[in-house]
């Protein structure tokens, strides 16, 4: 099962507040461990919001909001892609984690689906297409 973990911004991430040699030395380590033991798939930090933007759509209509977005609690300051057996494995490298932030931190974890969860609604072109443009992307790595 892939799964993909959110580390939850904080007011210090999204003030740009980067981390200490200490603080990448372990979150270092830690990732090392998840690659060594086959979980890891990718995981990189996010720069705050105020460097992002957001596509909202509303019918055939889009507009575009530029950060910086108010919500903290919201926003995800970073990301893994795991592959774990269960949910419960995904909780247990969780629990693991230093703390992303130092401070009042969150991990969030979800399930990605997979083609089968959506049923019949996968006709095989759509399958084909998938399996096509998972190859290409590998391709290019």
Known sequence: ???IV?????????????????ELTEMG???EQLVKAGVMRAGEGLHPSS?????????KNRT?????????????????IWECNSLQ????????CPNPT?????LEIRQVFTLE????????????????LTAEIAGKK
């Open 1 to 3: 099962m892939k799964f």
């Open 51 to 59: 460097k992002g933007a957001r596509v909202m759509f509303s019918g």
């Open 64 to 80: 575009v909001v530029d950060g910086p977005f108010a919500e903290t609690k919201e926003l995800v300051a970073g990301f893994w």
């Open 29 to 31: 380590n830690y990732n």
């Open 117 to 132: 969860d959506f049923g019949n609604a996968v006709t095989p072109e759509l399958r084909a297409q998938e399996e096509r």
């Open 6 to 22: 959110f580390v939850k911004a904080s007011a210090e991430t999204e003030a740009g507040v980067m981390p200490t040699e200490a």
């Open 89 to 96: 494995e995904a909780i247990e490298w969780a629990q693991k």
């Open 102 to 106: 130092g401070h009042e931190s969150q």
